[in-house]
């Protein structure tokens, strides 16, 4: 099977962390490109972050930066995603998907999402 299942997600306090996780399974992240991107209930999907295959070059949205951080373990065969001081508008589900390059639109495979909760 070729799959991604991210995990991580949960419920957390305004101000707090989590740390997802993207796990790759029948194929190699190390040549993938991996996106993140979240979509909140009754609203359009959003990218989130991306790291490229090649050199490992990291992109944000402006809105994120300075908060969120994509990292990736080749070993583990997994991508992360720091996510520091949390805000309520950060509830939604979030997703990773394999990406034809970061900044594009052309999706290869999407995770089943991992749904965040920031609330007090």
């Known amino acids: 099977q070729v799959q991604l299942v991210e995990s991580g997600g949960g419920l957390v306090q305004p101000g707090g962390s989590l740390r997802l996780s993207c796990a790759a399974s029948?194929?190699?992240?190390?040549?993938?490109?991996i996106g993140w991107f979240r979509q909140a209930p009754g609203k359009e999907r959003e990218g989130v972050s991306c790291i490229s295959s090649s050199v490992g070059s990291t992109y944000y949205a402006d809105s994120l930066k300075g908060r969120f951080t994509i990292s990736r373990d080749n070993a583990k065969n997994t991508v992360y995603l720091q996510m520091n001081s949390l805000q309520p508008e950060d509830t939604a589900v979030y997703y990773c998907?394999?990406?034809?390059?970061?900044?594009?639109?052309?999706?290869?495979?999407w995770g089943q999402g991992t749904q965040v909760t920031v609330s007090s």
């Open positions: 029948g194929f190699t992240l190390d040549y993938t490109n």
């Open positions: 998907a394999t990406v034809l390059r970061c900044g594009s639109s052309k999706f290869g495979i």
